[in-house]
């Protein structure tokens, strides 16, 4: 498992990350608030359920509102065999703040 900045991260999507599934993984309501565009809601909670769903294989951004949640999932996600796992530190309010 990898982690980046909010800045990294936007540097890796537009040179290297062009494929990565960005994998939102906190609650629906929080998703409606605000969200990177182009992500995929699985609320953390639901992770287990839905990894038959996600390729272990591709390049998977985790992302949450600070970094814990989606830090603990990349850790799971690392653990069920997935080779490409990145952590967004900071979470979306970093990306809303250094970012957009």
């Keep these: 498992m990898r982690e980046f900045s909010a800045t990294q991260l936007k540097q890796h999507l537009e040179t ?12 629906p309501w929080e998703f ?10 699985i609320p953390m909670g639901q992770i287990p359920a839905s990894l038959k769903a996600l390729d ?11 970094g814990i949640r989606s830090r603990q999932v990349a850790r799971y996600l690392d653990h069920q065999g997935f080779s490409n796992v ?15």
């Design 56 to 66: 272990p294989g591709r390049e998977t951004v985790v992302i949450c509102h600070h």
């Design 86 to 100: 990145i952590n967004l530190a900071g979470g979306v309010d970093a990306w809303a703040r250094d970012v957009d």
């Design 32 to 41: 409606r608030v605000c969200h990177i565009d182009g992500s995929q809601l």
């Design 16 to 27: 290297d990350g062009a494929g990565a599934l960005l994998l939102d993984v906190r609650e």
